[in-house]
């Protein structure tokens, strides 16, 4: 079974400044999803970004990006510019392609807190 | 618009009583997902499905019962065999066989048990 790591239970940032946060994951599948979700203090869920592991260019969304290295089975996530809306919990999430266990996985999340 | 109604936003259980939390959904979505959340655990599976009149059961599914008889409708009972049941409550839907959609979640259930 797939599993996900988050290795950074939380995290704190000047405003203005850049910070990542990161993520590891374990599957034997060499085809799959991988997302990262915000959920701010309202604990709405909301997508951030979202990377298919055949494509090797690193997925970009205005001031947040990745770094995904297949290889080492991490993908990073790394917020530039940070202002005080990214404060909330963000979760790595793995899914699979295979019919039937198309199912999210997710890890434990980090609580990232924004210092203006 | 098109989204995902959870039902209530707070409730509260006494000890030995089943309740039932709803889960609406108005994309037109074959998937629907329960998943609870507790701090430093991140998001766990209880139940899922895949189509109407089927459901397979997730990675915490003791204790929580589901049904699936309309497209739309996905509820989720708690029982009192759920030993720790206060938690927070999310529901999720997606378009089926389309996995780089992820999914749409609603805004959740808070269950205390009093």
């Known amino acids: 079974a797939q599993t996900v790591t988050q290795s950074q239970p939380e995290m704190s940032v000047q405003e203005a400044e850049t910070v990542t946060l990161s993520c590891t994951y374990d599957?034997?599948?060499?085809?799959?999803?991988l997302f990262w979700y915000k959920q701010p203090p309202s604990r709405q869920m909301i997508l951030v970004i979202r990377?298919?592991?055949?494509?090797?260019q690193n997925a970009t969304e205005n001031r947040f990006s990745v770094n995904f290295q297949k290889a080492a089975k991490s993908f990073s996530l790394k917020i530039s510019d940070s202002q005080l809306g990214d404060a909330a919990m963000y979760f790595c999430?793995?899914?699979?392609?295979?019919?039937?266990?198309?199912?999210?996985?997710f890890g434990q999340g980090t609580r990232l807190t924004i210092n203006p | 618009d098109g989204g995902i109604t959870q039902s209530p936003k707070y409730l509260f259980r006494k000890e030995g009583q089943n309740v039932t939390l709803s889960c609406e959904q108005n994309?037109?979505?074959?998937?629907m997902y329960w998943y609870r959340q507790d701090p430093g655990q991140g998001l766990r599976l209880i139940y899922y499905?895949?189509?109407?009149?089927?459901?397979q059961k997730g990675d915490i599914a003791e204790g929580y019962s589901v049904s699936r008889e309309k497209k739309e409708s996905f509820p989720l009972t708690v029982t009192s065999a759920q030993k720790n049941p206060t938690a927070f409550y999310l529901c999720?839907?997606?378009?089926?066989?389309?996995?780089?959609?992820?999914?749409?979640f609603g805004s959740g259930t808070r269950l205390t048990v009093v």
């Open positions: 990377q298919e592991a055949y494509k090797q």
């Open positions: 994309l037109n979505h074959d998937a």
């Open positions: 999430a793995y899914r699979s392609i295979i019919q039937g266990a198309q199912k999210l996985v």
């Open positions: 999720a839907s997606s378009i089926g066989p389309l996995p780089g959609y992820g999914y749409t």
């Open positions: 499905s895949q189509i109407v009149n089927d459901f």
């Open positions: 599957t034997s599948e060499s085809d799959y999803y």
